[in-house]
């Protein structure tokens, strides 16, 4: 097996064996409920439930807070519904269905374990893992996807908002039950021959006509029914194709355009319609903005103030609902990308690997990408103006199943394979990041074994 883990991971969460392989995203359906309990007026550690009034379970957790030299005690409240807060606006619990199971690991193991379909859904059926997008291709010719998650039945009583606060003081809210993993979105094998997941809708997956029907699964449940960025693009990028081949695969992986229409949380609309003339103060930005292809690399000009933008707005309506930026907005926001030009490098004729830097070390480069274009790039603050690069784009694997052999399979981390500044490794595939390539791997123990530089058992 190779492929990706987390930190801590004792088994491969996605990669590829020697058979079949998958790949997660991250998914949003209800994934956790909240209800407040009803507390009886006379004992603030009772809670009504079914008219009767039951004991909060309590303990006592020592904590160690970093700086302090004594350990803080802290109580902790149990009600049936889960782990349970008492907050100046009321007795909330939260009832989170990743608490009731602890076999992922034993999951991703049997999914590991997989030698064709049939034993990697049989793995899911398990329905452990709490969460995740999970697109599977083997050598077989199978393609199946599944919006995964562990989802209760949800009383489908109308008077009880899922998506809100729910009363914690009733049976008909206290869920037990859990739904199988055929309840859940999933495709197998469409007609369209391809599926995708930018972690966008389950409903949104492949060409339209094949699509899932949102409306006949429970609403309850959550799930996501809208497009981003990058799933707007691949569907603009697979209009009108009838075959792809690897090389067309590679180019959709590594598009770094965003679509026609954009999917943000707040449009810019407003901005980008200005006529640049009636402000002479911020003319130069505002055309730079207009004049941009949308594309994330890093000698444009556009994406430069496209990144500053998305940030400065981004923290200002922080917190309220999606909407255009009102004009006024708009050219405080110009002016305030101007005044962080010249304040930071004197100058406003900047482009994207100015301002953004792939950084490890004190080796800082410049780097493409934006949020949410297919090659994402999401960034912090850094030195002197500059932002650094700290998610998105990161480890990549491609991966062929031919007939007859082992797949074909190649790879690059960000960075390295080691986090040890020490390392040869340390950032030896920085540069192949940059440039969009990638490495032969391979699943053939005898050539590991003959190219290897150690050997080792673990702990020796």
């Not at 006529?275 to 994330?296: C, F, M, R, S, Y």
């Not at 000698?299 to 990144?307: D, E, R, T, V």
């Not at 690059?412 to 040869?424: D, I, L, Q, R």
């Amino acid at each position: 097996m190779l492929g990706g883990l987390l930190a801590g991971g004792c088994v491969i969460l996605h990669g590829t064996n020697e058979n079949l392989g998958w790949a997660h995203t991250v998914n949003y359906p209800d994934k956790i409920d909240v209800f407040q309990l009803q507390m009886n007026p006379a004992d603030n550690d009772q809670y009504k439930f079914d008219d009767q009034w039951i004991n909060l379970e309590v303990k006592r957790a020592r904590l160690k807070v970093k700086g302090i030299p004594v350990t803080i005690g802290k109580k902790i409240y149990w009600s049936k519904y889960g782990p349970t807060l008492k907050t100046k606006k009321g007795v909330f619990a939260m009832r989170i269905p990743a608490l009731m199971d602890i076999r992922a690991m034993e999951e991703w193991y049997r999914m590991n374990k997989a030698r064709n379909f049939t034993e990697f859904y049989r793995a899911l059926s398990m329905t452990s893992l709490p969460m995740f997008n999970i697109m599977y291709a083997d050598r077989y010719d199978t393609i199946f996807y599944i919006s995964n998650a562990k989802l209760p039945f949800r009383n489908p009583d109308p008077q009880y908002n899922w998506t809100s606060t729910v009363p914690g003081n009733t049976s008909a809210t206290l869920w037990t039950i859990f739904k199988s993993v055929n309840a859940l979105p999933q495709y197998i094998n469409p007609v369209s021959g391809y599926l995708f997941n930018t972690n966008h809708s389950p409903f949104l997956a492949t060409d339209p006509k094949y699509n899932l029907d949102a409306n006949k699964f429970d609403r309850n449940d959550g799930f996501e029914r809208y497009h981003n960025n990058r799933s707007q693009r691949v569907t603009e990028l697979m209009k009108g194709v009838d075959k792809i081949d690897y090389a067309m695969f590679r180019r959709i992986k590594f598009d770094q355009q965003l679509p026609q229409q954009l999917k943000y949380t707040y449009s810019i609309d407003s901005l980008l319609n200005l006529n640049a003339g009636d402000h002479p103060e911020v003319k130069e930005i505002i055309t730079a903005l207009q004049q941009w292809d949308h594309k994330a690399v890093v000698n444009s000009k556009g994406a430069a103030i496209f990144l500053l933008l998305y940030y400065y707005v981004a923290d200002k309506l922080a917190g309220t609902a999606p909407r255009q930026l009102t004009i006024a907005e708009s050219i405080e926001a110009c002016r305030h990308i101007q005044e962080h030009m010249m304040k930071n490098f004197g100058r406003t004729d900047l482009t994207l690997g100015d301002v953004q830097k792939l950084v490890r070390g004190n080796d800082a480069r410049p780097a493409w990408g934006l949020p949410d274009v297919l090659t994402a790039a999401f960034s912090e603050p850094y030195i002197n103006g500059q932002r650094k690069v700290n998610s998105g784009e990161a480890y990549i694997c491609l991966v062929r199943y031919p007939r007859v052999g082992l797949p074909i399979i190649e790879s690059v981390n960000t960075f390295g394979a080691s986090s040890n500044p020490g390392s040869k490794h340390y950032k030896d595939q920085m540069t192949m990041f940059q440039n969009q390539e990638t490495k032969k791997m391979t699943l053939d123990k005898k050539e590991v074994l003959q190219k290897a530089e150690r050997v080792y058992h673990p702990g020796k």
